[in-house]
Nanobody, 124 residues
Framework: DVQLQASGGGLVQAGGSLRLSCAASGFTFDDYVMGWFRQAPGKEREGVANIRNSDGNTRYSDSVKGRFTISSDNAKNMVYLQMNSLKPEDTAVYYC?????????????????WGQGTLVTVSS
């Protein structure tokens, strides 16, 4: 079974940093695109960053470009999201997800496997 386990959320002051981790199991990691998504209260889930595990190709939403970095460790089946210069508007539940594809897509509708969320709260 595909399993995704996200961790690393917490409370941080504006301007601070956090690193989220996602442990993946139950599938051939290199065949998948991984993504980090977030959902704030009252808002739709949105794509934050995505990575194609086979070659490390990435994409970012405009709102996090230059501040967040997605990476993967294929030997450990891990995906990370390094979040720097955090803003209060980054506050949300963050989810990792997996897509069996070579297309780096940002739409959460395309992703079939989801982990549980991890809460990131950025105080002003």
């Amino acid at each position: 079974d595909v399993q995704l386990q996200a961790s690393g959320g917490g409370l941080v002051q504006a301007g601070g940093s956090l690193r989220l981790s996602c442990a993946a199991s139950g599938f051939t990691f290199d065949d998948y695109v991984m993504g980090w998504f977030r959902q704030a209260p009252g808002k739709e889930r949105e794509g934050v960053a995505n990575i194609r595990n086979s070659d490390g190709n990435t994409r970012y939403s405009d709102s996090v470009k230059g501040r967040f970095t997605i990476s993967s460790d294929n030997a450990k089946n891990m995906v990370y999201l390094q979040m720097n210069s955090l803003k209060p508007e980054d506050t949300a539940v963050y989810y990792c997800a997996a897509l069996y594809s070579d297309c780096v897509t940002a739409s959460p509708l395309d992703y079939g496997y989801w982990g549980q969320g991890t809460l990131v709260t950025v105080s002003s």
